[in-house]
């Protein structure tokens, strides 16, 4: 299983930035996919995770301003930033389960890409 992500950069308090994930290699008729992030200092936490059937989990702090997604054609999952906010900073990992989805928390993923560092300044 090979995770790339893109897209990942600075913007103003309020901004917008749209993450993707380049995935090949996994089985894709049974997955969950997911975005974690880390802050500095922090541990890693779940952000959303969509499952092969498209159902959709956020975390609490995501209040309505992410949007996760997938294109299957394309094996990509996105993960639309809205509304960004200072906290929001971090490193943004791409991550994979080959099993059905199973909450948010980072422990359930046993892939990972490399992270692309998103930052928030107010």
């Known amino acids: 299983v090979h995770l790339v992500e893109s897209g990942g950069g600075t913007v103003q308090a309020g901004g917008s930035l749209r993450l993707s994930c380049a995935a090949s290699g996994y089985e894709y008729r049974r997955y969950c996919m997911g975005w974690v992030r880390q802050a500095p200092g922090k541990e890693r936490e779940g952000v959303a995770i969509i499952s092969v059937r498209g159902w959709k989990m956020y975390g609490d702090f995501v209040k309505g301003r992410f949007t996760i997604s997938q294109d299957n054609t394309k094996n990509i999952v996105s993960l639309q930033l809205n509304r960004l906010d200072p906290d929001d900073t971090g490193i943004y990992y791409c991550?994979?389960?080959?099993?059905?989805?199973?909450?948010?928390?980072?422990?359930?993923?046993?892939?990972w890409g490399q992270g692309t560092q998103v930052t928030v300044s107010s």
């Open positions: 991550a994979y389960r080959p099993e059905l989805c199973n909450g948010l928390a980072p422990t359930a993923f046993g892939y």
